[in-house]
């Protein structure tokens, strides 16, 4: 499947076929690294990494993914380059795109990805925006075929800020690849109702059912329940009323009980607020499992970038 030259910047634009070979190839790279065996398919290409937004995973699996397959990785903070401020994005990605031959941005706009590969002429990679979080999604993915099978017919539950990136994200790829889908959360917290129309076509193509629910019976039949902070980076002003909304809708013991399941797991794309959105019990029961999900981010980035800039023979 050639992906080549393709910016990510939310799964919208792949089809299921898409996302799944990218899945299969993030597999195989991990099942080589684990081996030893790193590649070259990204020798002589230098990768911007434009963080607005801070991050442990995204830097570090953008970074290690491009140097396993020998390519440059150069960081550049909000502090390092003038985008949007003294500089239009616009030209930022004129410059960039005629010094690097991919770009990767976590910041807040996704208009500002989007500019970003509209302009640069190379391939972009949405490491996250308020709006979606698209390489989250394929980790998520990859840890749950690795720990439940294939992903069609499952079911997926997300407790907690339903309107955020990740429940976004998470609702798209589901509905895309055959992933019942729950987003279980307080109604002033539901996603947008465009979304989830357009996420309701998907699924008539997948198979998927896609719910949106208060009901805390929603999570039964869960093959996973995912949460995540309730207050997202930017939304620190309104945390107590947050805690308060949301505290129902807690990830513990007696929730997940409600599966009726004892081989129901647990993911978090993490920073976890143990206490908040996770108990602590559930979390470190779930610890392995949710480890598996944070090492996965840099698998499939890894293929991400490898299936759209990199030269690579399956």
Known sequence: MNLKGRSFLTLKDYTPEEILYLLDLAAELKAKKKQGI???????????????????????????????????????????????????????????????????????????????????????????????HPTQILA?????????????????????????????????????????????????????QSLVELCKEYAKASGSVITITEDLDGVKGADAVYTDVWCSMGEEDKAAERVALLRPYQVNAELLSRTG???TIFLHCLPAVKGNEVTADVFEKYADVVFDEAENRMHTIKAVMVATLGEYDR
């Open 140 to 192: 998520d993915f990859l840890t749950m075929r690795e720990h439940l099978g294939e992903l069609a017919g499952k079911k997926l539950v997300f407790v907690g800020d339903g309107r955020n990136n990740m429940a976004n994200s998470l609702m798209i790829g589901c509905a895309k690849v055959g992933v019942h889908f729950t987003i279980l959360a307080p109604s002033s917290l539901w996603p947008e």
């Open 38 to 132: 790193t590649g070259n398919s990204l020798k002589g290409k230098n990768i911007a990494l434009i963080f607005e937004k801070p991050s442990t995973r995204t830097r570090c699996a953008f970074t290690i993914g491009c140097i396993d397959e020998g390519g440059h990785a150069e960081y550049l903070g909000k502090d390092d380059i003038q985008l949007g401020y003294k500089e239009s994005v616009e030209d930022t990605a004129r410059v960039l795109g005629r010094m690097f031959d991919g770009i990767e941005f976590r910041g807040f706009s996704q208009e500002n990805v989007e500019k970003l590969a509209k302009y640069s002429g190379v391939p972009v990679w949405n490491g996250l925006t308020d709006t979606y």
């Open 261 to 263: 399941k004892d081989s």
